[in-house]
């Protein structure tokens, strides 16, 4: 059976990166829960899924921050908005988690009073429940050019809390490459190189994620890494119709190179599904994800990301 990784937490039944949402996850029996790593002014690396946080919390609500609402041009995308750099952690701390998808999950909007989680409180949660974290750095370049690399950080906040090994329950991913092959030597805990369905690193670590994608890619990968983290689509791709397509070679690659391949990310909506798993046509309702699940799970992942842990959880209960 693949390990569950909570995305986010339980993040389709929570507000992201909330306290209450990694709780649910192993409440629902996940193996791993994943938080996004940014830091603060002050260098505490925090869990949020982007260092802009307008949609993501309460901030703009807050009128003695009103002046620090900025705009940065970050991995090539221009964003208005408030950023974690620019606060202290104690500020960060005043701040409450929004649920980002609102529309889409208007039951997770009841969660208002989650403050921001530091990865810190997150390692002893995850200790104290006997399951694991699987941490991604977010813009490596960018928070390097700005005086506030996460790397060195975040291998000693997980020491800190006694996590050193290959052999514990910690898996550090990246979209970068760079850094990835800078931690091979710093740290022994495992290494995820993720990958998009399209572009290329933003560090100009390799040509294209395509590229990474071929038997020789792979073997590169597979030099500094232990696992590969690519988008759904570059296992089971989908038509112009949205339906499933077979599945591409990658897993049987990834494997025969020696790495581990957990996709990402499984979603309950009919808004994520491919269409012949679709229920109904509101892009809310719960399709047969459980068989889309099952689909990866066929074609031999290892593990996978996912809103729902409960379901996959569920799915992968004999018996499958």
Do not use: C
């Given at each position: 059976?693949?390990?569950?990784?909570?995305?986010?937490?339980?993040?389709?039944?929570?507000?992201?990166?909330?306290?209450?949402?990694?709780?649910?996850?192993?409440?629902?029996?996940?193996?791993?829960?994943?938080?996004?790593?940014?830091?603060?002014?002050?260098?505490?690396?925090?869990?949020?899924?982007?260092?802009?946080?307008?949609?993501?919390?309460?901030?703009?609500?807050?009128?003695?921050?009103?002046?620090?609402?900025?705009?940065?041009?970050?991995?090539?995308?221009?964003?208005?908005?408030?950023?974690?750099?620019?606060?202290?952690?104690?500020?960060?701390?005043?701040?409450?988690?929004?649920?980002?998808?609102?529309?889409?999950?208007?039951?997770?909007?009841?969660?208002?009073?989650?403050?921001i989680v530091t990865l810190d409180e997150l390692i002893a949660y995850a200790r104290d429940r006997g399951r694991g974290v699987v941490a991604e750095i977010k813009h490596s370049s960018y928070f390097a050019s700005i005086g506030l690399p996460i790397e060195q950080?975040?291998?000693?906040?997980?020491?800190?809390?006694?996590?050193?090994?290959?052999?514990?329950?910690?898996?550090?991913?990246?979209?970068?490459?760079?850094?990835?092959?800078?931690?091979?030597?710093?740290?022994?805990?495992?290494?995820?190189?993720?990958?998009?369905?399209?572009?290329?690193?933003?560090?100009?670590?390799?040509?294209?994620?395509?590229?990474?994608?071929?038997?020789?890619?792979?073997?590169?990968?597979?030099?500094?890494?232990?696992?590969?983290?690519?988008?759904?689509?570059?296992?089971?791709?989908?038509?112009?119709?949205?339906?499933?397509?077979?599945?591409?070679?990658?897993?049987?690659?990834?494997?025969?190179?020696?790495?581990?391949?957990?996709?990402?990310?499984?979603?309950?909506?009919?808004?994520?599904?491919?269409?012949?798993?679709?229920?109904?046509?509101?892009?809310?309702?719960?399709?047969?994800?459980?068989?889309?699940?099952?689909?990866?799970?066929?074609?031999?992942?290892?593990?996978?990301?996912?809103?729902?842990?409960?379901?996959?959880?569920?799915?992968?209960?004999p018996p499958f």
């Amino acid at each position: 059976m693949p390990f569950v990784i909570g995305h986010r937490g339980a993040s389709g039944e929570r507000p992201e990166h909330t306290l209450a949402a990694y709780a649910l996850a192993f409440d629902q029996g996940a193996d791993f829960v994943e938080p996004d790593v940014v830091p603060t002014k002050d260098g505490h690396l925090v869990a949020r899924h982007e260092n802009e946080i307008s949609g993501t919390t309460d901030v703009a609500d807050h009128p003695e921050f009103a002046v620090r609402r900025t705009t940065k041009t970050i991995a090539g995308h221009t964003l208005t908005g408030w950023f974690t750099e620019d606060f202290t952690l104690a500020e960060l701390k005043t701040l409450r988690a929004r649920e980002r998808l609102p529309q889409l999950r208007p039951a997770n909007t009841a969660y208002r009073d989650e403050p921001i989680v530091t990865l810190d409180e997150l390692i002893a949660y995850a200790r104290d429940r006997g399951r694991g974290v699987v941490a991604e750095i977010k813009h490596s370049s960018y928070f390097a050019s700005i005086g506030l690399p996460i790397e060195q950080t975040l291998v000693a906040t997980f020491a800190r809390n006694g996590w050193t090994r290959r052999d514990d329950p910690v898996w550090i991913e990246s979209f970068e490459v760079g850094n990835l092959k800078a931690l091979r030597s710093a740290t022994n805990l495992k290494l995820v190189q993720l990958l998009e369905e399209k572009g290329a690193p933003a560090d100009g670590g390799a040509e294209s994620y395509a590229a990474m994608t071929t038997p020789g890619g792979l073997r590169t990968i597979a030099g500094y890494a232990d696992a590969i983290g690519p988008a759904k689509a570059l296992i089971v791709p989908r038509d112009p119709d949205g339906r499933s397509l077979p599945p591409t070679s990658l897993v049987d690659d990834a494997h025969a190179a020696g790495l581990k391949v957990i996709p990402w990310t499984f979603r309950a909506e009919n808004l994520f599904l491919p269409a012949e798993l679709r229920t109904g046509p509101d892009p809310r309702t719960h399709g047969r994800g459980a068989d889309e699940l099952r689909m990866f799970a066929s074609a031999g992942v290892d593990g996978l990301f996912t809103d729902f842990p409960g379901e996959a959880v569920k799915a992968f209960s004999p018996p499958f």
